[in-house]
Nanobody, 126 residues
Framework: QVQLVESGGGLVQAGGSLRVSCAAS????????MGWFRQAPGKEREFVAA????????YYADSVKGRFTISRDNAENTVYLQMTSLKPEDTAIYYC???????????????????WGQGTQVTVSS
């Protein structure tokens, strides 16, 4: 079992920055891939970014590449998503997720992630 708790969401103006955090607990993380997804009103949940806990390897959706950075703090068992140059279309609930299965490649579909946090709201005003 893995427990995930997000924090750090809020309201920010377009062009601004925000960092959301995901505190993980419950099991060893060496094999985990940690992902961030988001869901805007009326839309499906979509992949944003992911990081391999053991190697730090990262992968991003094209829509956020160059603007968002995913990272992890091993000592704190926390994953971060630093968001810069935010746009109104980035407005969504942001969810942290964990894929506990060893895989050759990072997965980007929600069905591949077994554990989810409760989400944190990010609102970008124009």
């Amino acid at each position: 079992q893995v427990q995930l708790v997000e924090s750090g969401g809020g309201l920010v103006q377009a062009g601004g920055s925000l960092r959301v955090s995901c505190a993980a607990s419950g099991r060893t993380f060496s094999r985990l891939t940690m992902g961030w997804f988001r869901q805007a009103p009326g839309k499906e949940r979509e992949f944003v970014a992911a990081i391999r806990w053991s190697t730090g390897y990262t992968y991003y959706a094209d829509s956020v590449k160059g603007r968002f950075t995913i990272s992890r703090d091993n000592a704190e068992n926390t994953v971060y998503l630093q968001m810069t140059s935010l746009k109104p279309e980035d407005t969504a609930i942001y969810y942290c997720a964990a894929d506990p299965n060893p895989r050759f490649s990072i997965r980007t579909t929600t069905s591949e992630y077994d554990y989810w946090g409760q989400g944190t709201q990010v609102t970008v005003s124009s």
